[in-house]
Structures are given as C-alpha cells and as structure tokens.
C-alpha cells in the first residue's frame, strides 16, 4: 500500500528511531513492502520508516530506481562501520520536496546491518550508494540533509517552507 509521506515539520522525522527486534514477522514484512511501494511510487531512491510515521529502523535502498531487482537493499538497524573519502553532490529528500541542495559526504561507507529475517548482513558503498547509506541512516537518528548546510542555507530553506505551510501547501 502506498503511504503518505511525511514532511519536513513532523516531530517523527527528527526523532531517533526505535530499533527492530522481532524479525521475520507479517507485520515487518507489510511494512518493508508499503516501504518500497511508496518509495516507487514517489520514484525515489531511498525511503526510510520514519518518513511513513513508523519510528524504527529500516530503511530501503534502490539506486536504480526499480530498474534493477538486485539493486534493492533493505537495512534493518543499520549502522556505518567505516568510511573514507569525501564527495559533494546535489542532495533532495522526499520529505523536503522541491528543495535540492549539494551535500558533502563520505565517498565511500561500509554498513552493517539486519535483513528482514535478522541475519547480519555487511554491505559496502560508493559515491551514489555511499550517499544514499548515509541519508538513510541518517533519517534513523532524526537527521535531514538540510542539518548539514550552513545555519543560514538552513534558514533561508526553513523560511520557505514556513511560507508554504501557512499557504497551505505544505502537508
Ligand atoms: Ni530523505
């Protein structure tokens, strides 16, 4: 089922997530599947639990935008182990819509993390992945790209959508 995304503005998108422990369940599973129907649906890259008002941590991965089964990754209690380098590029989240900014990150991460069944699994990421790893892990700890501009690039974006919220074209 397609879920509403939620917007910058909800307190679940800057509140840590609980992690996952019961695993292998129907219930996680619904979850995860609504997860990548929206994700799709919003033709997004990554969609983390959160960003549907689920607070824990999962997040779902797909660079290729469903043009390739095998890029799908889903991280359950994922955690960046090692990075290196350094990269910037143009930055968006589908709970900020309309808003793009470039973002300097880690070109290269490591994650460790659970699959939907709990077994550990290790995964490892360059430039584009690398960047989406690190958003989506990000969102798990209540954080938004737009944390890591400058107070006032943060300000002028917040201002913005303060204007479409009393516009009403903000929800
Ligand atoms: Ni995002």
Same mark, same amino acid.
């Given at each position: 089922?397609?879920?509403?995304?939620?917007?910058?503005?909800? #307190? %679940?998108?800057? *509140?840590? !997530?609980?992690?996952?422990?019961?695993?292998?369940? !129907?219930?996680?599973?619904?979850?995860? /599947?609504?997860?990548? @129907? *929206?994700?799709?649906? /919003?033709?997004?890259?990554?969609?983390?639990?959160?960003?549907?008002?689920?607070?824990?941590?999962?997040? %779902?991965?797909?660079?290729?935008?469903?043009?390739?089964?095998? =890029?799908?990754?889903?991280?359950?209690?994922?955690?960046? *182990?090692?990075?290196?380098?350094? =990269?910037?590029?143009?930055?968006?989240?589908?709970?900020? #819509?309309? $808003?793009?900014? #470039?973002?300097?990150?880690?070109?290269?991460?490591?994650?460790?993390? =659970?699959?939907?069944?709990?077994?550990?699994? @290790?995964?490892?990421?360059?430039?584009?992945? !690398?960047?989406? $790893? =690190?958003?989506?892990?990000?969102?798990?700890?209540?954080?938004?790209?737009?944390?890591?501009?400058?107070?006032?690039?943060?300000?002028?974006?917040?201002?913005?959508?303060?204007?479409?919220?009393? !516009?009403? @074209?903000?929800?």
């Amino acid at each position: 089922m397609v879920r509403k995304i939620l917007k910058y503005g909800e #307190p %679940v998108l800057e *509140t840590k !997530a609980e992690p996952v422990t019961e695993f292998d369940t !129907a219930e996680l599973r619904e979850l995860i /599947a609504d997860m990548w @129907e *929206t994700m799709y649906a /919003a033709k997004g890259v990554g969609l983390a639990a959160p960003q549907i008002g689920t607070s824990k941590r999962i997040s %779902v991965i797909d660079i290729s935008v469903g043009e390739d089964e095998k =890029q799908k990754i889903v991280i359950i209690n994922p955690e960046i *182990t090692f990075s290196e380098g350094k =990269q910037s590029g143009e930055e968006g989240c589908l709970s900020i #819509p309309g $808003f793009r900014e #470039p973002v300097s990150r880690a070109n290269k991460v490591k994650v460790r993390a =659970q699959n939907e069944k709990g077994e550990i699994i @290790e995964l490892d990421g360059e430039e584009l992945l !690398a960047r989406a $790893f =690190q958003h989506e892990i990000d969102h798990l700890n209540g954080i938004l790209f737009i944390n890591h501009l400058s107070a006032l690039k943060r300000d002028i974006i917040r201002r913005k959508i303060k204007k479409l919220q009393k !516009a009403g @074209e903000w929800d």
